[in-house]
């Protein structure tokens, strides 16, 4: 009998998604990259080549083509600030030669593709560089901000309008259409640390909102190591999705929120019967028909100790929405390829589909 195909258990040290399948890399400080096929439900195992990105946690990535870019992360006591590319087809891994003034050696920061040549690099916890104009560095955290040309390899401080986040590390930053982005929560120094505050980056204009919602309003408690990712019902309606992170007394969150990007309001999506908390994980979103999103939560660990490593999770935790507040849980057990239990898993997926389509057509 073949030997069964699995991920390691990992915190995702990298993730992103392209050509509709998902990738996890490092955080179990191999050369191994694993990949799942949502139309499968099955992992493959590959071997990348070249240097690795240095750092076991705290870097960020994001995909640009068929190209994964990684920036940052920290090994102990030791930041970085180097920028590297691994190509998703040759699976060849290189590090990025690049000039301009670069942002300072840093973790927890945030990295998002503006458009098909530029990232966005923004805030992070560590190591002071020069200081750049309009930034703040408050006891090792940063809100600088920087830009990145991927043809030319050249980092550029552009200016930012408005209402600048504080420095602060281990948030979420995504693009959300294709001129904005959403950053939420994360660590501030100084301000009762965790933190639920949301900022609104325009690219085309360079101005940056504090969305602040409306009083009495529900919202998600403070946190960090979180998730998110972007939902879109219709071209018009984009939200935010955020899932799981670490709050207050170090208790480990299992709640799933959405937020309305044009109107500011949060909506907690109707729980699971039981929440499976998560932080240190990666989240992805998945159109299956009108009306109809899956959602997968990759990853992560579920406890955090002080004095021990807890075990990283390898469980898939899938959950389908019908909308911004409306849905229902699969944990789908995927690490041991269960060829049988995916077969039965994808023809009920295919009949929701075909359902949501058919709904879609009669109104």
């Known amino acids: 009998m073949a030997a069964l195909i699995e991920p390691s258990p990992r915190y995702c040290q990298f993730s992103t998604v392209a050509g509709g399948r998902h990738y996890l890399w490092k955080g179990d400080g191999s050369n191994i990259i ?3 096929d949502p139309s499968t439900e099955l992992w493959s195992l590959l071997h990348t080549t070249g240097p690795l990105p240095p750092g076991e946690y705290g870097g960020c990535s994001v995909c640009v ?3 994964l870019y990684t920036f940052g992360g920290r090994e102990g006591s030791s930041f970085y600030n180097d920028m590297g590319k691994l190509d998703l087809d040759t699976f060849q891994s290189t590090k990025v030669q690049s000039s301009g003034i670069q942002p300072m050696k840093k973790q927890g920061c945030g990295l998002v593709c503006v458009n098909e040549r530029t990232l966005c690099c923004f805030g992070g ?5 020069p200081t750049q104009p309009g930034s703040t560095f408050t006891s090792g955290w940063t809100n600088e901000l920087h830009f990145f040309d991927t043809q030319k390899g050249v980092w550029s401080s552009p200016k930012l309008r408005g209402e600048r986040p504080p420095p602060c590390s281990d948030f979420t930053f995504t693009m959300v259409d294709q001129r904005r982005a959403v950053l939420f929560g994360g ?6 640390n965790r933190v639920n505050d949301v900022y609104l980056f325009d690219f085309r204009t360079m101005e940056v909102t504090k969305v602040k919602p409306a009083q009495g309003e529900p919202r998600p408690v403070e946190r960090r190591h ?6 879109n019902y219709g071209q018009d ?8 992170g670490v709050g207050k007394d170090l208790k480990t969150l299992g709640d799933m929120w959405t937020l309305n990007v044009d109107t500011g309001k949060w909506t907690e999506v109707t729980p699971p019967e039981s929440k499976t908390p998560r932080y240190w994980h990666s989240i992805t979103a998945t159109s299956l028909g009108p009306g109809l999103t899956e959602v997968l939560v990759f990853g992560g660990k579920q406890t955090l100790l002080l004095f021990d490593q807890p075990i990283a999770e390898t469980t898939i935790l899938r959950f389908e929405l019908t909308g911004p507040s409306a849905g229902k849980w699969a944990i789908v057990d995927v690490a041991h390829n269960d060829t049988r239990g995916s077969a039965q898993r994808l023809s009920e997926k295919r009949i929701r589909q075909a359902t949501a389509r058919a709904s879609s057509v009669r109104q």
């Open 65 to 67: 083509g068929r190209y």
């Open 226 to 231: 979180h998730a998110a990712c972007c939902l």
């Open 125 to 129: 916890e560590g190591i002071e560089g």
């Open 34 to 36: 694993a990949l799942c």
């Open 187 to 192: 660590w501030q120094p100084g301000r009762g």
């Open 237 to 244: 309606y984009p939200h935010l999705l955020v899932y799981g």
